[in-house]
């Protein structure tokens, strides 16, 4: 069992409409919880984090955790063209260690 | 701050040379990272430390790859002989330990082409 699962995609929303994104973690010790964005050619970087189980908002994005079913999602409402990348889950455990599931491809049409 | 600060951007080498890929993490910051990115495998841990001392390296491929962190503002991994197989995007992240709320930060990557 990998230890951060996420459906590799690619993912096909079109826009406006609202994109849902996955994640599975094996380490019960995980404390918080990253979600990258990666567009071609750059580097990961920071969309939203978690650490409390519920819902976390901010703007079009919201995180959710369910720790008990060791889960975490994101939503994209209002998809728009610009969010066209791969989303990367990567929780951080209690020694600091972050590791990174192998990020779903996201597209947004037109 | 710059940010985390890598180098080279890109390198092309021939099979069998070594290879040191360098960085800078963002000052302040007590925990570094070393990732490797392909296609097929994803964004793969590699090595860790904390305050210049390896924590886990448990991912680095094997005995060719090495990484050191001789004080808190340089890391290096390097590959001695390089294989094409190890071509990849390699990152370098730091991060503040005591706050678990903070994420990694990413520098630039390098692209290595092993030919």
């Known amino acids: 069992q990998k230890e951060v699962e996420q459906n590799s995609g690619p993912l096909s929303v079109p826009e406006g409409a609202i994109a849902s994104l996955n994640c599975t973690y094996s380490?019960?010790?995980?404390?918080?919880f990253f979600w990258y964005r990666q567009y071609s050619g750059k580097s990961p970087e920071l969309i939203m984090f978690?650490?409390?189980?519920g819902d976390k908002e901010d703007g079009r994005f919201t995180a959710q955790l369910n720790k008990a079913s060791q889960y975490v999602s994101l939503l994209i409402r209002d998809s728009q063209p610009s969010d066209s990348a791969t989303y990367l889950c990567a929780p951080r455990s209690s020694a600091s260690k972050i590791i990174f599931g192998s990020g779903t491809r996201l597209s947004i049409r037109p | 701050d710059a940010g985390v600060i890598q180098s080279p951007r890109h390198e092309v080498t021939e099979m069998g040379q070594e290879v040191t890929l360098r960085c800078k993490p963002i000052s302040g910051h007590d925990y570094l990272f070393w990732y490797r990115q392909t296609m097929m495998r994803g964004l793969e841990l590699l090595i860790y430390f904390n305050n210049n001392v390896p924590i886990d390296d448990s991912g680095m491929p094997e005995d060719r790859f090495s990484a050191k962190m001789p004080n808190a503002s340089f890391s290096t991994l390097k590959i001695q002989p390089s294989e094409p197989r190890d071509s990849a995007v390699y990152f370098c992240a730091s991060t503040i330990g005591q706050d678990l709320a903070t994420e990694a930060f990413f520098g630039q990557g390098t692209r290595l082409t092993v030919v």
């Open positions: 380490d019960r010790g995980s404390q918080s």
């Open positions: 978690i650490y409390s189980n």
